[in-house]
Each structure stands twice: as C-alpha cells, then as structure tokens.
C-alpha cells in the first residue's frame, strides 16, 4: 500500500483578518455565504492575499485538486494499493476515501472542501472526505504512515520512483502541496529521509503521477 500524505496544502477558509476585504465579500455574495465560509482562493482574492503573512503561497486549491484527481483516477488507486491524506497549513488531518469521485470544476470542488473545514465532513452520513482531527506533522505520521517514510525535495538524494517502490509494499510519500518556497521546519524534523526524482521543481500533480506509475510498474 502506498501512502500519500499531500503536506502543508494551501487550502483554508478565507481567515478574519482579510475577510472585510471587497474581493473577499463579492466573491463570497456570489456563492451566498458569509466570507469566512469561503475557500482563500488566490485567483480572485490575490489582492487580499497580500496583506498576509506568507501571501505567495497561500490561497491555491487549485494545486490540491490537480493533485488529488491525479491520484485518486491512477490505476494503483483503483487497484486498491493508494491511500490518500491531506495535511493543510492549519495542520488539519484530512481524510480521502479511494472511491471518492471529486468535482472536475474548481467551483464545485471549492464548495466541497470549504464545507469539510466548515463541518468537518463533506456529508452527514457516509463521508467520503472528512477531518480526522488537527496535529503537526509528526502526529500525522502517528496517524496515517505505513512502512517508510520519504519526503519528496529537489534538494534531496537522488532516486527514481521505482527505486522508492522497491522500499516495500508499504511506503509513505510525504508530497508538498504548495506553490513555492519549503517545508516547515517541523516536516523537515518529522522527516528527515528527503529524496529528490526531479533535479528541478516540479508541480505537485506530476511528482504524484510519477509515484503512483512507478509503483503499480514496480508492484504489479
């Protein structure tokens, strides 16, 4: 089984200290919610996002469900070898059923995902995407790793993905799911076994979609 863990993923509800903010409230009348409903969404609100700390990064959903589709449609998840989880920068642990069918458009994914940090669930019954609960990252690897555990970096040693398959059927890719800049701190601390399959940075979405093929081709 592989295991996914999409780390310090910018996605967040829009927080209070820019929620008065015109963009803010426009985009947030347009979805008939109150603006601390809404997800931070760097495409329309980047002029909100520049009055945060660490603004460039923030406000990318975009990235997680690029990433997420990649996964949850590869054939090591319809397998049944892919386990998935989302660790965002409020440190929420979220979970992601392998059945799950997420929303191609970005509004309806938006609405899913802003309802789960809402309620911490995407439905009252039967969830198919829900917060397990909130912890820094060494608790989420308490949680939610199996076998070893890898941090993906373009800083670390160099391997292929089959290389990391060959670890075992049990593996943990820690995959960050951000724009720019590095791991925390506390990721780096968790994690100190960094591996590199790309000299240059990458997108989230093609790095997982590099793991998962070279794991069904290494485990098949």
Do not use: Y
């Not at 292929?160 to 990721?187: E, H, N, Y």
């Amino acid at each position: 089984m592989l295991t996914v863990i999409l780390a310090e993923a910018e996605v967040e509800l829009v927080p209070e200290e820019v929620a008065g903010h015109p963009a803010v409230r426009i985009s947030a009348k347009d979805q008939n919610r109150r603006p601390t409903e809404i997800l931070l969404d760097q495409n329309v609100h980047w002029q909100a996002i520049k009055q945060l700390q660490d603004g460039a990064r923030r406000g990318r959903p975009d990235i997680l469900q690029m990433t997420l589709l990649t996964l949850l449609e590869s054939p090591l998840n319809k397998k049944g070898e892919l386990s998935v989880v989302v660790h965002t920068r409020n440190n929420e642990l979220i979970r992601v059923k392998p059945d799950t069918r997420l929303p191609r458009g970005e509004a309806r994914f938006q609405g899913l995902f802003a309802k789960v940090l809402r309620d911490g669930r995407s439905h009252d019954k039967d969830a198919l995407v829900w917060v397990e609960g909130v912890g820094e990252p060494a608790a989420v690897l308490q949680k939610a790793a199996k076998g070893p555990v890898v941090r993906l970096d373009e800083a670390g040693n160099t391997a292929t993905p089959a290389q990391l398959a060959s670890r075992g059927r049990d593996l943990t890719i820690v995959l960050g799911c951000f724009p720019s800049g590095g791991f925390s701190t506390a990721w780096k601390t968790a994690v100190p076994d960094v591996v590199s399959i790309w000299p240059e940075p990458l997108v989230a979405w093609a790095v997982a979609a590099e793991i998962v093929a070279g794991c069904r081709a290494a485990w098949t």
